[in-house]
Every structure is written in structure tokens, then in C-alpha cells.
């Protein structure tokens, strides 16, 4: 079973509390923090398909 988004974005990330006031402020914030998770989330995968596919090029 995966871990959870809400805790890995704490623990991993460092993000425990917004620091824009009012709903428009908290939700760019939270946008731009999904953004970046998601962000290395892909990354993470383009990394094991290069070494994949190095693997199969030997």
C-alpha cells in the first residue's frame, strides 16, 4: 500500500502550515505545493525509466 499524500507532502516536503491568509491566498498554495509534488513525483519516474531502459541497452 502507497504512503499518503497528505503525510508525504509534510514529512518529505517540509510543508506543515500555509502562509497566505484568506480561501483564494490558502488555495494558490496549496495548488502550487500539489504542483511540486507532483512535479517530483514525475521526475522520480523518468529517472527509473532512463535506468530501465540503460539496463536494457547492455
Do not use: P, S, W
Request: proline residues 0%; contains cysteine; positive net charge.
Amino acid at each position: 500500500m502507497g504512503r499518503v499524500c497528505g503525510l508525504t507532502i509534510k514529512e518529505d516536503m517540509g510543508f506543515t502550515r500555509f502562509r497566505r491568509r484568506g480561501m483564494k491566498g490558502v488555495t494558490m498554495e496549496f495548488l502550487l505545493v500539489c504542483l511540486g509534488y507532483n512535479l517530483k513525483k514525475y521526475h522520480m519516474y523518468r529517472l527509473r525509466q532512463e535506468k530501465k531502459n540503460a539496463l536494457k541497452a547492455c
